[in-house]
């Protein structure tokens, strides 16, 4: 089945401990980014990229690393989260192309920061 | 800044059509896209309009005016699963894309 798998999906976690979301895409997409979701704000981009080795910043790319080592893997990195990154995470594929604005998106991460 | 404008909430009957209206500023533009969400769920892709006029599937159909830098979904023959939020996103260039805030529809019997 092709799709966008994100991992924790559910996460609590204290200020300054680091952690990475895992996004994996099945489809050989070449374009993947990463969005937060918060109450009255909408989806907003984070960080983006379109092909190996190739990241750019979003619309808020703060606090938030990311890598594109494989063409399958995009992961999402807080070095040191804060209570201002609690949110829902969105990771989403698409193809180049024609294709590029058809996005998948992953079923979501969760993240509570204490 | 960017931005783009949705009414946060509209309300129609099984059955009915609706229209969602988005009116986007954006310093580069290159289509607009429509994405709907259930409660608890993903986003999932509607449709894409990168030139101006009608774009058809299905009970959904999407419209762009680069000149008014607006766009609207409408939703035909609404169905109770049809109740969602629906997100306009704007692609501003090389994968950068703006979304809107969101509009919640609720569909009644």
């Known amino acids: 089945e092709a799709q966008v798998t994100q991992n924790p999906r559910y996460l609590i976690t204290v200020t300054g401990k680091k952690l990475t979301v895992t996004c994996s895409q099945n489809m050989n997409h070449e374009y993947m980014s990463w969005y937060r979701q918060d109450p009255g704000l909408g989806l907003r981009q984070i960080y983006y990229?379109?092909?190996?080795?190739?990241?750019d910043k979003g619309d808020v790319p703060e606090g938030y690393k990311v890598s594109r080592k494989e063409k399958r893997n995009f992961p999402l990195i807080l070095e040191s989260p804060s209570p201002n990154q609690t949110s829902l995470y969105f990771c989403a594929s698409s193809r180049g192309g024609s294709g590029a604005n058809v996005l998948t998106f992953g079923a979501g991460s969760r993240l509570t920061v204490l | 800044g960017q931005s783009l404008e949705q009414p946060s909430e509209v309300t129609a009957v099984e059955g009915a059509i609706v229209q969602i209206n988005c009116t986007y500023q954006?310093?580069?533009?290159?289509?607009l896209s429509w994405y709907q969400q259930h409660d608890g769920g993903a986003p999932t892709f509607l449709s894409y309009n990168a030139l101006d006029g009608l774009e058809e599937t299905g009970r959904f159909s999407s419209f762009l005016s680069r000149s008014d830098s607006y766009g609207y979904l409408l939703l035909q023959e609404l169905q109770m699963k049809d109740s969602a939020s629906y997100f306009c996103?704007?692609?501003?260039?090389?994968?950068?894309?703006?979304f809107g805030t969101g509009t919640r529809l609720l569909v009644s019997p």
């Open positions: 954006t310093s580069g533009f290159y289509g």
């Open positions: 990229s379109m092909n190996v080795e190739v990241t």
């Open positions: 996103a704007a692609n501003t260039g090389f994968q950068k894309l703006v």
